[in-house]
């Protein structure tokens, strides 16, 4: 990207700024010239910048040949007949003042080179336009979300509004309606528009939706609107860095379980099986997330290297094409825990030996969302509170906290610990393992993973 002097981005869009020199900003009225380009694509502000940049720099150079004593001469503005760009001529007058306004007259009509604005959309063609994008890709769930965020702009704003109307207070609007609303807030109050239930739950000081639902409300309002901008549809986006403050830090929205509670869990566990037995045995020992758990195929267990191991990836072979992972750096294949192959998970195996084809827990099915995780989740909540081990701030998700505590208890290496959870490296941004060499070989990974134990359950048996 070439170094353009007085081109700069703020936010999406380019834009050019220039100081007037000194000694003739009494002359031009202005300290400076400040022009958006109203584009966020680089060639488009490169060709819209070249041409404003040429017409205020022949500015300048004009007006520092005025000299400003009874003699001076008067600035009008002529156009070529080929290009429209303003041109400078003087004719004679002794007037500073109208020197001043002529000046100023051309630097507005240089500063308001721009492109041909398209007709501007309604928000519902937005919608519709956004969505059937192709080179977007969307899981059900997201999609489940976009279709909240278009309930709540329609019912405020109705199909009809042109998006280029839309400034910074409709997006507050918007978000001061969502962040009102309680959990479930249709299946609540069904009879009731979201505007209403929104006002009526303030009014009640019903419990809103978490802040981070609320936020991923307000980011699809913006990434819509950011597509506008990338259209060239939208000058700005008028939602850009809107959110609400989550009083609540990352790291203390969930807890691993206690010892009491893994106790609690894992005594309820032994006279379950299937899914109700090993799902919540992989996600301690193996420290799996909910839906990668839920949605193994049979062929995802595979060997390596003579090892028993969890294929963790989007890939189907024979099996039900439809996995979704979190991020890249979730694929991975990573051995079976001991413990869960002392525990009998083989055995668990050898039933679909002769139909490799099935979902490793085909009784856990697929939700409205298109995660099976959520079916499972509901059970696993009620399992919890039937055994008394339910506390705040732990879910199933807590078992993925107690591996993470189990790694550092053992001193497991930190590249093999970020690859057995599948978790980004903060420092890169992606898994350490991805990048260079071979990484570690099926037996190194294991060996480590073999470190994981949970003294606390070891008077447990199946």
Known sequence: MANLPNLYRRGNIWRYRRRVPHDIQDNIGRKEFLKSLNT?????????????????EQIIAEARGVVLNDTTERYTVIHKSDTHEPQIKAPPTSDDDGLRTLIQTVVEEV???????????????????????????RSRKTIMTYQSVYNVLMEIFGDDKPIGDIDRE????????????????????????????????????????APLTINKYVNKLSAMLNWAVEEELLDHNPAIGLKVAD?????????????????KIFEGLADKFGAEYWVPHIGLYNGLRLNEICQLNVEDVVQKDETWCFN???????????????????????????????????????QFEKNTRLKLFPDIKLGTTGYRSDTFSKRFARFLK?????????SFHSFRHNFRDALREADVRHEIAMQLGGWADGSRGKSAQLFYGKGFTIKAVLTELNKVRYVMLNDIRP
């Open 247 to 263: 009083p609540i830090h990352a790291q203390d929205k969930r807890l691993p379980f206690s010892d009491h509670q893994l106790i």
């Open 170 to 209: 409709d997006c507050r609007q918007f978000m001061n309606v969502v962040r009102h609303l309680p959990a479930n807030a249709k299946k609540r109050f069904p009879r009731k528009s979201l505007v209403e239930i929104s006002e009526l739950a303030k009014e009640r000081r019903m419990k809103p939706m």
């Open 312 to 350: 963790i990836t989007c890939e189907t072979d024979r099996g039900i094409d439809d996995k979704i992972l979190k991020t890249k750096a979730s694929e991975r294949v990573i051995p079976i825990h001991p413990q869960l192959l002392e525990l009998g998970f083989m055995r668990y195996l050898k």
């Open 386 to 394: 039937s055994i008394d081990a339910d506390a705040p701030k732990t």
């Open 40 to 56: 966020a694509d680089y060639s488009t502000a490169v060709r819209r910048y070249r041409t404003v940049c040429n017409n205020v």
């Open 111 to 137: 500063l308001s080179v721009s492109a041909p604005r398209k007709p501007s959309l309604t928000l519902d063609e937005l919608y519709h336009r956004y969505m059937d994008d192709p080179a977007r890709s």
